[in-house]
């Protein structure tokens, strides 16, 4: 949408240039083993010497190799990664006094703030519901739990982003770099399906 469709030209334009086939999909993290709604865009190219074996015109005037990229996995909900065994209330004075006025819908604290006090404030700190999937991870954003009076924490952190538990961020915030990259175990569902679909009949 908007200055983005640009870029995609550009992109498109660029692996032409460059001796390959490229084409995009928009792909939902949720439907591939990821238990977190997440929805990317990836770019998967293929050399235009390698790509014959694999050509077919994906519509009148358009011939590119052959990709599916479909995925159905069941998705995984918040109830089935999360870590009973932290008891810990790591909420602030002000959000513990929000959270324990919330009411089933509430998708923030915020929705809290305004409605209690008439002040638009919180709306970084979303609600994770039991019964859904983990909202995006993204850099900057507190995850509160609306069941449990807690955030989340960082076992429930690293398996909605399909992390290893001992994996070393070194100096970064497991919430940035986490919210900053794509998923270990999406990159892995792309992988091998390029892998089944060319690579390993090239």
């Known amino acids: 949408m908007g200055a983005a469709k640009e ?54 005037f358009t011939e590119l190799p052959k990709i599916e990229m ?8 918040f109830k089935e990664i999360i870590d009973l065994k932290d008891k810990e209330e790591s909420l602030s004075n002000l959000d513990g006094q929000l959270w324990e006025k ?30 859904k999937v983990a909202n995006t991870i993204t850099a900057g954003e507190q995850c509160v739990l609306f069941d449990l009076k807690r955030n989340r924490n960082k076992k429930e952190l690293l398996k909605c982003g399909t992390y290893p538990k001992d994996y070393n961020f070194l100096k970064l915030k497991p919430e940035y770099l986490i919210g900053m990259s794509v998923p270990p175990v999406m990159t892995a569902q792309i992988s091998t399906q390029i892998y089944s679909q060319w690579l390993s009949k090239l």
Not at 14 to 39: I, N
Not at 70 to 77: A, D, S, T, V
């Open 102 to 131: 919330r009411i089933l819908g509430d998708t923030d604290l915020s929705d809290i703030s305004l409605r209690e006090r008439n002040i638009l404030s919180r709306f970084n700190a979303k609600f994770l519901y039991q019964n």
């Open 70 to 77: 479909e995925f159905n996995f069941k998705k995984i909900l």
């Open 7 to 60: 870029y995609v030209i550009k992109i498109y334009e660029a692996f032409d240039k460059a001796g390959y086939y490229c084409q995009h999909f928009l792909l939902d993290a949720s439907k591939m083993g990821v238990p977190q709604r997440r929805e990317r865009v990836f770019f998967i190219c293929l050399r235009k010497d390698l790509a014959k074996p694999f050509l077919h015109y994906a519509d009148m």
